[in-house]
């Protein structure tokens, strides 16, 4: 796999307050490969429209990964491997590249929060 070093068009933010304006693939790649940590657990990219994908890892258990670009949704994933092919695919605003089993992130009308 040949990897662009092209900026992506989003904004990243992580846990320990850095902000990535134009990440490549490279760079988004490792920083979603080291997640996990103490004070390094998530990573937030957004895009200029305010639609965001997002994931939290807790130590070496799966990423949680949520999008929201009209609707509110999540999955999981095991490998940081996965997680960076759907960021830099979501950024480039290509087809996903695989079924991710997306499942609303949002309560049911009339569900008790």
């Known amino acids: 796999m040949e990897l662009v070093n092209d900026p992506l068009p989003i904004t990243v933010a992580t846990e320990d ?3 990535l304006s ?3 693939e490279p760079t988004l790649r490792a920083l979603l ?3 996990g940590g103490v004070g ?5 990219a957004e895009r200029e429209n305010g639609a965001y994908l997002q994931t939290w890892r807790e130590a070496d258990s799966p990423f949680l990964v949520e999008r929201r670009d009209g ?3 999540w999955t999981e994933l095991d490998e940081p491997a996965e997680v960076a092919e759907l960021f830099v695919a979501w950024a ?3 087809a996903w590249p695989r079924d991710y089993s997306w499942q609303s992130a949002t309560l049911p009308e009339g569900a008790d929060s």
């Open 22 to 24: 134009g990440p490549t």
């Open 40 to 44: 390094d657990r998530f990573a937030v």
């Open 17 to 19: 307050g850095a902000l």
């Open 71 to 73: 609707e509110e949704l």
């Open 33 to 35: 490969d080291r997640l």
């Open 92 to 94: 480039r605003g290509e």
